[in-house]
């Protein structure tokens, strides 16, 4: 055996029999009224904001006219009227849009103060406040509104809540759902960007921010941080955080404050200023450029941008660092573009410079989002293949994406390990969804979500994460994101709904990131040989016959990189593979069946 199929040997031997931990984060989805991600024990905190409409039969549905709130947002009179337009009333909407994928049953509805709601939709009845019930749920008729109809000025309704069936006693005890801390427990971290409405926030004042007070948590300034620091606390997760573009200092000294006094201090804090600063579709990236403008950087916008991002970062850092002290609690990531690593070392580049980091405070990882397969919904519309186009063609085209995925990681670390530090993913997974004009195609959407269904899904995922973990020696891997239904603006949920245990992304995170394996590092494979016939090949195909039971073939190139093939059984001892066109050169192979394993080399020439 060559040496270097000897050390290829031992290294697959040793990831085989002895997976270690795999650090892996999850991203949040945006807690709103039409999310399957069901966090709250009352529901009513995952309402839609008012609606406000005129107080009458027939009115349509939104006036567009603005009532006076009390501070926890409930109107202060219902019916109201500023004297101009007719009287007004409010409904919210829960459960909204999410096709039944919420608990039927009894559920609790709780209303403080004077006056008279409605609920119609999955349920229905008019109710006195105050009020203390159960009401029946039927999910499959859509989803839940309540009205305030009446509420006296003297005493105006407030405290609503409409617990789940389940927490019906145990409410007070239990803010979030059972179903929910379960699926974050297997998590590292969380992170909080779509919790936060981190895109395009309009949040500067910590006056600004959500308050957990408030009748509701899907409000544009996010979920109150408070939420947040109890749900870390009590998963026993490290939080990942994402600081508003326009947060002032004074802001994020309240924050880290609040932070320091009320998070956990065995759990670590993952800053980020912003999200993805340098991608002009967010509001942040031409605020960024504006403001370095304003402050005297040079080039162009998006360069201004990227001098901002590292500027602000060690502003949030240092921030932070005076808040907390020193110490190992704080992980402080510099945001870079996954698929350019030359932008990425301009960013680090300026991170360092005295100019945008006058403290020189030191950041311990870069993150970057290297999604796969981001390219093929827009090439199947532009070539007019939507109707002739097969699941298992899509599918074959997302693993081709590979490769180049692969190659932005390897990059990317090139450029932290420039800097020494960690790479971090702050998202990552499949980008199989489709851009204007592409984006409308009704046909086109359905194929790309049948192919995010495709069972394939999850050892194309396997294969992803055994990359980034194995090949590339990435650190932290937040994956995007939790629950979610798919649509034609992308299929991104690990699962759809909360009880979808058996969505292919979710099993490849059980099978190949969770999973722990007992060590057997001193158990040995028996070594065999095998025949590879013909060797060189001149088409990219060959042979391999084994006395192995039912192996498992893995492929690589001269550079350690994983190769992807299509494999095909002849009989009980022969298989056939066929390597894609861009595999030239020396082939090296790994053939093992549990208990004994061959390895091999064949030259591709073409």
Same mark, same amino acid.
């Given at each position: 055996?060559?040496?270097?199929?000897?050390?290829?040997?031992?290294?697959?031997?040793?990831?085989?029999?002895?997976?270690?931990?795999?650090?892996?984060? #999850?991203?949040?989805?945006?807690?709103?009224?039409?999310?399957?991600?069901?966090?709250?024990?009352?529901?009513?905190?995952?309402?839609?904001?008012?609606?406000?409409?005129?107080?009458?039969?027939?009115?349509?549905?939104?006036?567009?006219?603005?009532?006076?709130?009390?501070?926890?947002?409930?109107?202060?009179q219902i019916p109201y009227s500023n004297g101009v337009q007719?009287?007004?009333?409010?409904?919210?909407?829960?459960?909204?849009?999410?096709?039944?994928?919420?608990?039927?049953?009894?559920?609790?509805? #709780?209303?403080?103060?004077?006056?008279?709601?409605?609920?119609?939709? $999955?349920?229905?009845?008019?109710?006195?406040?105050?009020?203390?019930?159960?009401?029946?749920?039927?999910?499959?008729?859509?989803?839940?509104?309540?009205?305030?109809?009446?509420?006296? $000025?003297?005493?105006?309704?407030?405290?609503?809540?409409?617990?789940?069936?389940?927490?019906?006693?145990?409410?007070?005890?239990?803010?979030?759902?059972?179903?929910?801390?379960?699926?974050?427990? !297997?998590?590292?971290?969380?992170?909080?960007?779509?919790?936060?409405?981190?895109?395009?926030?309009?949040?500067?004042?910590?006056?600004?921010?959500?308050?957990?007070?408030?009748?509701?948590?899907?409000?544009?300034?996010?979920?109150?941080?408070?939420?947040?620091?109890?749900?870390?606390?009590?998963?026993?997760? !490290?939080?990942?955080?994402?600081?508003?573009?326009?947060?002032?200092? !004074?802001?994020?000294?309240?924050?880290?404050?609040?932070?320091?006094?009320?998070?956990?201090?065995?759990?670590?804090?993952?800053?980020?200023?912003?999200?993805?600063?340098?991608?002009?579709?967010?509001?942040?990236?031409?605020?960024?450029?504006? #403001?370095?403008?304003?402050?005297?950087?040079?080039?162009?916008?998006?360069?201004?941008?990227?001098?901002?991002?590292?500027?602000?970062?060690?502003?949030?850092?240092?921030?932070?660092?005076?808040?907390?002290?020193?110490?190992?609690?704080?992980?402080?990531?510099?945001?870079?573009?996954?698929?350019?690593?030359?932008?990425?070392?301009?960013?680090?580049?300026?991170?360092?410079?005295?100019?945008?980091?006058?403290?020189?405070?030191?950041?311990?990882?870069?993150?970057?989002?290297?999604?796969?397969?981001?390219?093929?919904?827009?090439?199947?519309?532009?070539?007019?293949?939507?109707?002739?186009?097969?699941?298992?063609?899509?599918?074959?085209?997302?693993?081709?994406?590979?490769?180049?995925?692969?190659?932005?990681? !390897?990059?990317?670390?090139?450029?932290?390990?420039?800097?020494?530090?960690?790479?971090?993913?702050?998202?990552?997974?499949?980008?199989?969804?489709?851009?204007?004009?592409?984006?409308?195609?009704?046909?086109?959407?359905?194929?790309?979500?049948? $192919?995010?269904?495709?069972?394939?899904?999850?050892?194309?995922?396997?294969?992803?994460?055994?990359?980034?973990?194995?090949?590339?020696?990435?650190?932290?891997?937040?994956?995007?994101?939790s629950h979610g239904l798919p649509s034609k603006w992308g299929?991104?949920?690990?699962?759809?709904?909360?009880?979808?245990?058996?969505?292919?992304?979710?099993?490849?995170?059980?099978?190949?990131?969770?999973?722990?394996?007992?060590?057997?590092?001193?158990?040995?494979?028996?070594?065999?040989?095998?025949?590879?016939?013909?060797?060189?090949?001149?088409?990219?195909?060959?042979?391999?016959?084994?006395?192995?039971?039912?192996?498992?073939?893995?492929?690589?190139?001269?550079?350690?990189?994983?190769?992807?093939?299509?494999?095909?059984?002849?009989?009980?001892?022969?298989?056939?593979?066929?390597?894609?066109?861009?595999?030239?050169?020396?082939?090296?192979?790994?053939?093992?069946?549990?208990?004994?394993?061959?390895?091999?080399?064949? $030259?591709?020439?073409?």
């Open positions: 055996m060559s040496k270097f199929l000897s050390i290829l040997f031992s290294c697959f031997c040793t990831a085989l029999l002895a997976q270690a931990p795999k650090p892996a984060g #999850i991203n949040l989805s945006g807690v709103v009224d039409y999310s399957t991600e069901l966090v709250f024990t009352d529901a009513f905190k995952q309402s839609r904001e008012w609606t406000v409409h005129e107080a009458r039969d027939g009115a349509p549905w939104d006036s567009g006219v603005s009532i006076p709130l009390q501070a926890n947002g409930f109107p202060l007719p009287p007004q009333a409010v409904r919210a909407l829960m459960l909204w849009d999410i096709q039944g994928h919420y608990p039927s049953g009894r559920y609790r509805l #709780i209303v403080q103060g004077s006056g008279q709601v409605r609920l119609w939709g $999955a349920t229905s009845g008019t109710f006195q406040c105050p009020v203390d019930t159960l009401v029946t749920v039927n999910a499959n008729n859509g989803g839940v509104v309540l009205e305030i109809e009446r509420s006296l $000025a003297s005493n105006p309704i407030r405290n609503v809540k409409f617990i789940f069936p389940q927490y019906v006693n145990t409410y007070q005890n239990q803010t979030f759902t059972t179903e929910f801390l379960n699926f974050v427990k !297997d998590f590292q971290s969380i992170r909080f960007m779509d919790w936060l409405r981190t895109n395009d926030s309009p949040v500067k004042t910590w006056s600004e921010r959500s308050l957990p007070t408030h009748y509701t948590q899907t409000k544009n300034s996010g979920v109150a941080w408070e939420y947040i620091i109890e749900l870390c606390n009590t998963a026993q997760k !490290d939080a990942w955080i994402n600081i508003p573009h326009q947060a002032t200092d !004074d802001y994020i000294k309240q924050l880290a404050a609040l932070l320091k006094e009320k998070l956990n201090p065995n759990l670590k804090i993952y800053l980020e200023y912003s999200n993805e600063v340098w991608n002009g579709q967010f509001a942040q990236h031409g605020y960024a450029g504006n #403001i370095g403008q304003t402050l005297g950087y040079t080039g162009e916008p998006w360069a201004r941008a990227w001098k901002y991002t590292a500027k602000r970062s060690a502003d949030v850092f240092y921030s932070f660092e005076t808040v907390f002290g020193p110490g190992t609690r704080l992980v402080k990531v510099v945001p870079c573009w996954a698929a350019n690593d030359w932008v990425s070392n301009e960013i680090m580049t300026y991170f360092n410079d005295p100019l945008y980091n006058p403290k020189q405070v030191k950041a311990d990882a870069m993150a970057i989002a290297p999604y796969f397969g981001g390219a093929v919904g827009d090439q199947i519309g532009r070539n007019n293949e939507v109707g002739s186009i097969s699941i298992t063609e899509i599918v074959r085209r997302i693993r081709v994406s590979l490769p180049e995925t692969f190659a932005w990681m !390897d990059a990317q670390k090139a450029v932290a390990d420039r800097y020494k530090v960690k790479l971090m993913a702050y998202e990552g997974g499949s980008h199989i969804v489709a851009t204007w004009p592409q984006v409308d195609n009704d046909a086109l959407t359905a194929k790309l979500i049948a $192919a995010n269904r495709d069972p394939e899904l999850q050892s194309l995922y396997c294969e992803y994460t055994q990359y980034w973990y194995n090949t590339t020696k990435g650190d932290l891997f937040s994956f995007f994101s299929s991104w949920g690990m699962k759809e709904y909360m009880s979808h245990t058996q969505a292919p992304k979710y099993k490849a995170l059980q099978e190949c990131v969770f999973a722990k394996t007992t060590s057997t590092r001193d158990q040995q494979l028996e070594s065999l040989e095998v025949q590879v016939f013909p060797n060189p090949s001149y088409d990219g195909s060959f042979r391999i016959q084994h006395g192995l039971n039912k192996p498992r073939l893995v492929l690589y190139d001269v550079l350690g990189r994983r190769i992807q093939a299509s494999v095909r059984e002849l009989n009980t001892q022969e298989i056939q593979v066929v390597l894609p066109e861009i595999a030239v050169g020396v082939v090296f192979g790994v053939l093992e069946d549990g208990q004994s394993a061959a390895t091999f080399k064949v $030259a591709i020439e073409r």
